[in-house]
Each structure stands twice: as C-alpha cells, then as structure tokens.
C-alpha cells in the first residue's frame, strides 16, 4: 500500500522520474491528467480549478468559494487515487496531504538554476532570457501554491524524507535511490499501518463532504479528525441546532464509530464567498 509523493522544480525531471519510478516499482503514476480526469468523474468541471493549481490564488479568487471547493475536490481525488495502494503522486501538495502517514515517502527533486535553464530552453525552444522569466514564475506559483493551501515551505528539503539534485542525477537512478529507501525503510508492519490511516483519512474526508456538500450545513471551517474509532468535528457555527445537524450527518457514516463534536458555537459569526 506504500505511497511516495514527489515534488518537483520546473526542469528537475521530475514527471521522468515519476514515470521510472512507477515502472520499476509496478506502481500507478498519478499526475495532473490523473487528478483532473478524477475531478471531472465528481462532475465538476477542469476550467473553473485552473487558477489554482499549483499556484497562489489572487486575491479575488481567494475570496471565492470555489477556492475552497477546489482545495476539497483536490484532496477527494487525491485520498481516492491513494485508497487504491501502489501509487506514485507528482505535485499538488500531496506530500503535506498524507504528512505523517506511516507507509508514504515524501521527495523533492530540484536542480542548480543554470541546468535548469538549459533544460527550458530547450523544452520550450527559447531564449536564456524567457527560460528565467519561466522557471522564476514556476517556482513563485508553486512557493505559493503550498503557503497558501498547506502552510509549507515547498524547497525546505527537511520537509521532505528526501531531496535528490537531478543536475547530477538520471531519472533511472533517483528511481533506483527511491527505491533503496522505501525497501528500508516500509515493512509490512509500516504498510498494514499505512491502511488503516488511509482509511482514517479517506472516512474523515467522505464524513466532511457529506456535511458539507450533501448536506449543506454551514459549519465554518470544518475539519474531520478519525482515529480509532473516534470521530471528531471541528470547526465554528451560528447556532447549536447547526453544530446538531453536523453531528446528525456525521453519525450517518460513522459506522461503529463514536461521535464526538468541538465545533464552536458563534452566534452571528458569517463569512463572505
């Protein structure tokens, strides 16, 4: 069930290394295409999410509530790609999506900034010039992208179990240094605990949309914590009937599992979309 994550810098072979990885190993490569192809089977439509993928969202999109929706469906696509074990995911903040998880390898990719150049230009058939301006809008959509949605420092390698500099390394050996770790480090003890947060993770996301999106009770900032048969809201509504309704809701997919609620009760609190 083993999952690794890789981030990537514009021009660090980070899709090649994806894709050698998930041969050598017999894993699923889950990319964009992947995702979005999964965002479309909920019926929501790609055109709406392309102002925030991998990038920060400006300030009039960051006011909309399809800012949240996107960041909703994203995690949805993501946590169902990862339900179904033996995955690869390149990009969209996967790596903070499952921080934590016992059984998921986080790396980062990146390389010095003059191969990096040489790379783009010849990607993209251009100029040293517009080869910058390229990788310098890259990596400033995507330092926004994961401050704004996860609050993390994207290049900081210590946020990640490990960091490759592909300027002096082939996809086919940092798939090969990949796969060294992950047979040291996931046993099947690691893996077996991997399952069961997965679903953790998958129960309390299914448990948040069905409140949310099927119910439409307005819980501000609602967040779902499973744990051992223990679940937990949290968040902040208007009125205790609303925080009722959330619990309510709740317990329809809770299964064997107990209820227990933190949400704050606000009287008069709103919030703009």
């Known amino acids: 069930m083993a999952i690794i994550t890789i981030s990537r810098e514009l021009a660090a072979l980070g899709d090649e290394t994806a894709q050698e990885l998930a041969k050598l190993l017999q894993y699923r490569f889950i990319d964009k295409s992947a995702l979005e192809e999964r965002i479309k089977s909920y ?4 055109h709406k999410f392309q102002r925030y993928d ?17 960041l909703h469906y994203l995690k949805t696509a993501v946590l169902t790609e990862a339900g179904q074990g033996k995955a690869v995911i390149i990009g969209r903040g996967a790596s903070v ?20 150049i040489e790379r783009v230009k010849s990607y993209f058939h251009c100029d040293d010039k517009r ?12 330092k926004g992208f994961h401050h704004y949605f996860f609050d993390m420092e994207w290049q900081r390698p210590g946020n990640y179990h490990l960091a490759l500099n592909t300027g002096h ?6 798939a090969e240094i990949i796969k060294y770790l992950r047979d040291q480090l996931i046993t099947e003890e690691i893996e077996a605990q991997n399952a069961i947060r ?9 448990i948040k949309h069905h409140i ?3 119910k439409e009770v307005p819980i501000h900032f609602m967040e779902v914590e499973v744990f051992q048969q223990q679940i937990t809201l949290y968040g902040v509504a208007n009125a205790q009937s609303i925080a009722d309704s ?17 949400i704050q009760i606000v009287q008069e609190y709103n919030v703009i979309h």
């Open 212 to 214: 949310l999106y099927d």
């Open 43 to 46: 019926g929501i439509t790609g």
């Open 97 to 116: 999506i499952f921080k934590n998880v016992p059984g998921v390898l986080s790396v980062f990719l990146g390389a010095p900034l003059g191969i990096r």
């Open 54 to 70: 991998e990038r920060k969202p400006s300030f009039l999109a960051s006011l909309s509530q399809d800012r949240d929706n996107y």
């Open 246 to 262: 959330g619990i309510f809701a709740a317990q329809e997919l809770a299964g064997s599992g107990s209820v227990n609620s933190e």
């Open 169 to 174: 390394l082939s996809p086919s050996i940092c």
């Open 198 to 206: 997965l679903k953790e993770l998958i129960l309390a996301h299914q």
């Open 131 to 142: 080869a910058r301006q390229l990788i310098e809008q890259s990596d400033k959509d995507r």
